[in-house]
């Protein structure tokens, strides 16, 4: 298979995280306005219900597919057989999946209540299935990926202020909802016959794929604990109204994490692949600028998001979801310690084979995000639950950085600190002084405000001459540059 070029898959993965970003900055203020916070709450406590079944159909497929598609990609007829052993496993657990879902709803009385919703938002569940998107990862068909789901966002967004009218359209909400994030799958099932032999490539061997999948399965189920279960804590220890002023909080941290990690989507094909070839430098090398890229986003976006965490959530959801606004400010920490634990654990401990380990980080980042929510949801509501979850991410990052201790001393002097110290010592005292200024709106404060931020953090790394900004340049003045 030929290689494709990293910046490619990089500029269409930023393509698809901009357009994954841009589909909520539209609908959400529109939705959360015309719906409250009683009915986007709703939604929302369906879709993480969901989510935990979705989990099940998948174990852990979605990531040790990328990798075990990646290790033989170069082989049509092992990526055939690989492929279908995964999805046979898949479509086997989505039925079991199913018959728990519904065995929850009719046990379960406020289930019950909401079975419907619940109902329309378990399609889920399927599509997830079929979507096959670690395929398309593994064999880095970014440009693919990103089309279609960018016209599936479009289509969502249509249909967004098509059927979502009045506050009584919580159903079709979250019918949109599901085509906008997951109706490309149909594209995927259908196309997959262009990449592998649909023919049954017997004898299968399903048990070489066991161990794996349900180390990853694990992985899941304790990420999936400390990323869905305060929200659905929530819902139950308080109340929908609550859960709809949290969701706004995570709705803007879930944004800001999706860019953080887009890199590494790009990087875990590549990265398995490097590993399996034996080529040290050139993975080590990647893993360092992951780093630099995380770090240079991140810290910029944790101070920004947190001095303007009021504005933006009046701007993004209106002034009925102050309440959101302590709890967004405590969970901006999470977008490092997310950006770091997802280089860590998905970049290095993954590809080189290492996933129990990461298992073992999100067990804790789980234990701790279920006794700190027990303990503080009663109390501190929506606050309490971002408490959780801040203490849970970095606990997995304290972890995994203790696992990584003696190749994060390898690299950690390639790591660009002072260009970092110098941007923050510069910029920092410009926000707290911009943000003294009251335009005429917010959309005008929020916008001056940002590009005076912003622009200085640029210049201040363009003056320095930071790596990462560096290579950017040159790949748009000289193709020749390399990552």
Same mark, same amino acid.
Request: aromatic residues 16%; charged residues 15%; hydrophobic residues 50%.
């Given at each position: 298979m030929k290689s494709k070029s990293i910046s490619l898959n990089f500029i269409m993965n930023f393509l698809l995280t901009a357009s994954s970003i841009l589909f909520p900055l539209i609908t959400f203020p529109y939705v959360s306005r015309v719906l409250g916070p009683t009915g986007t709450g709703a939604v929302a406590m369906g879709t993480s219900l969901v989510s935990y079944f979705t989990m099940v159909a998948m174990l852990g497929v979605p990531t040790y597919g990328i990798r075990a598609c990646s290790q033989v990609r170069?082989?049509?007829?092992?990526?055939?057989?690989?492929?279908?052993?995964?999805?046979?496993?898949n479509l086997f657990m989505a039925l079991i999946s199913y018959?728990?879902?519904?065995?929850?709803?009719?046990?379960?009385?406020?289930?019950?209540?909401?079975?419907?919703?619940?109902?329309?938002?378990?399609?889920?569940?399927?599509?997830?299935?079929?979507?096959?998107?670690? $395929?398309?990862?593994?064999?880095?068909?970014? !440009?693919? =990926?990103?089309?279609?789901?960018? &016209?599936? /966002?479009?289509?969502? *967004?249509?249909?967004?202020?098509?059927l979502?009218?009045?506050?009584?359209?919580?159903?079709?909400?979250?019918? $949109?909802?599901?085509?906008?994030?997951?109706? !490309?799958? =149909?594209?995927?099932?259908?196309? &997959?016959? /262009?990449?592998?032999? *649909?023919?049954?490539?017997?004898?299968?061997?399903?048990?070489?794929?066991?161990?794996?999948?349900?180390?990853?399965?694990?992985?899941?189920?304790?990420?999936?604990?400390?990323?869905?279960?305060?929200?659905?804590?929530?819902?139950?220890?308080?109340?929908?109204?609550?859960?709809?002023?949290?969701?706004?909080?995570?709705?803007?941290?879930?944004?800001?994490v999706t860019l953080v990690t887009s890199l590494g989507t790009v990087l875990l094909p590549r990265l398995s692949y490097y590993y399996e070839q034996g080529k040290e430098t050139e993975f080590l090398s990647l893993v360092s600028k992951a780093f630099s890229f995380v770090l240079l986003f991140s810290i910029p976006c944790c101070i920004y998001f947190s001095v303007y965490a009021r504005p933006v959530v009046e701007f993004l959801s209106g002034p009925g979801y102050l309440p959101a606004v302590a709890p967004m400010i405590i969970l901006m920490p999470t977008i490092l310690f997310i950006g770091l634990s997802n280089i860590t654990g998905i970049q290095v401990l993954v590809p080189t084979g290492r996933e129990v380990l990461v298992l073992r980080s999100v067990i804790l980042g789980a234990v701790v995000d279920f006794l700190l929510n027990l303990v503080l949801i009663p109390s501190l509501g929506a606050s309490g639950a971002a408490i959780g979850t801040l203490c849970a991410e970095f606990a997995v990052t304290l972890l995994q950085f203790w696992y990584?201790?003696?190749?994060?001393?390898?690299?950690?002097?390639?790591i660009e600190f002072k260009e970092l110290l110098i941007m923050m010592l510069v910029s920092t005292p410009v926000i707290w002084i911009v943000s003294g200024l009251h335009l005429s709106s917010l959309f005008w404060n929020l916008a001056v405000s940002a590009i005076v931020y912003f622009g200085i953090c640029g210049l201040i790394l363009t003056l320095c001459k930071e790596r990462i900004l560096m290579y950017i340049a040159g790949k748009i003045f000289n193709k020749s540059e390399k990552l």
């Open positions: 170069d082989d049509k007829k092992k990526l055939s057989k690989t492929v279908q052993e995964l999805l046979i496993i018959i728990a879902f519904f065995i929850a709803l009719w046990l379960v009385p406020s289930f019950r209540e909401e079975s419907t919703l619940y109902t329309i938002c378990s399609i889920a569940i399927i599509l997830n299935v079929i979507c096959v998107n670690w $395929v398309y990862q593994a064999l880095e068909e970014y !440009s693919y =990926i990103t089309f279609v789901s960018v &016209l599936f /966002k479009a289509l969502g *967004l249509a249909l967004m202020f098509l979502v009218r009045n506050s009584g359209d919580v159903l079709w909400y979250g019918l $949109v909802t599901v085509v906008s994030s997951f109706g !490309s799958a =149909i594209f995927n099932f259908i196309r &997959l016959r /262009k990449l592998i032999d *649909l023919h049954p490539c017997r004898p299968w061997n399903f048990r070489r794929h066991l161990y794996p999948i349900f180390t990853f399965f694990f992985m899941s189920v304790a990420t999936t604990v400390y990323t869905n279960l305060d929200t659905v804590m929530l819902g139950v220890m308080k109340n929908n109204e609550v859960v709809g002023y949290y969701n706004a909080a995570i709705k803007i941290k879930t944004i800001l990584l201790r003696k190749l994060l001393t390898s690299i950690i002097w390639s």
